[in-house]
């Protein structure tokens, strides 16, 4: 990693938790200076501003646990407890951070106003990757789509959109973190081969 690739990524990481602990609008350049140890002038050399970091914060972010969830989906082993795995990667990476703060909706919210695109983009990319491991494990005959009469994709978009409705509830070891356990097992259940059963 170039010296200059390493500033940024240390800037970023030290703005995460200033974000969750006062949100977007509370905090300011300074405070994010102060939390990386930078003179505000060298954080201004890095970022021009506040919405600008964000959003490079927010890149990294999806890129690092985008990358994370795709390694556990390419694992060997049961297709469930990958998929487990995965959105327990994708949680930990995007929603973890912020999930615990009182200030999780406005960030949710400002990251959807300055990053949508990128938000949209792993999304995207989340259901591709499910679809992919879905697939795969349907030739193989680890699972059967029978019963549910779905096809690979209508079931990771529909695991996707119960993400998106889980993480608004979010709290690490929470009744959040039970729904995904129980949307596992279900998922474990329908789409067990009859030979299995």
């Known amino acids: 990693m170039k010296n200059e690739d390493r500033k940024s990524a240390h800037i970023l990481d030290s703005a995460l938790p200033v974000f969750a602990r006062y949100g977007f609008q509370k905090t300011t350049m300074a405070d ?26 927010s890149a ?15 694992r060997t082993g049961d297709v469930i407890d990958r998929i487990a795995a995965a959105i327990s990667a994708f949680q930990e990476g995007l929603i973890a951070p912020f999930g615990n703060s009182e200030n999780a909706k406005e960030l949710f919210e400002t990251n959807m106003e300055l990053a949508e695109d990128i938000t949209i983009a792993a999304r995207s990319k989340l259901i591709a990757l499910l ?67």
């Not at 994010?32 to 914060?57: C, H, M, P, Q, W």
């Not at 409705?165 to 729904?179: L, M, T, Y």
């Open 32 to 57: 994010i200076a102060r939390a990386a140890g930078i003179s505000r002038a060298s954080l201004y050399l890095a970022f021009n501003s506040k919405e600008e970091l964000f959003r490079a914060g």
């Open 60 to 74: 990294r972010a999806h890129r690092l646990t985008m990358a994370e969830v795709e390694a556990v989906l390419n």
């Open 131 to 197: 679809s992919g491991a879905l697939g795969e494990a349907l030739e193989r005959g680890e699972i059967d789509l029978v019963a549910s009469g779905g096809r690979p994709a209508d079931l990771a978009a529909l695991i996707a959109a119960a993400m998106d409705g889980i993480k608004h509830n979010f709290r690490a070891g929470g009744p959040s973190d039970e729904s995904m356990r129980l949307l596992m097992r279900i998922l474990q259940l329908a789409l067990m081969p009859e030979s299995r059963r």
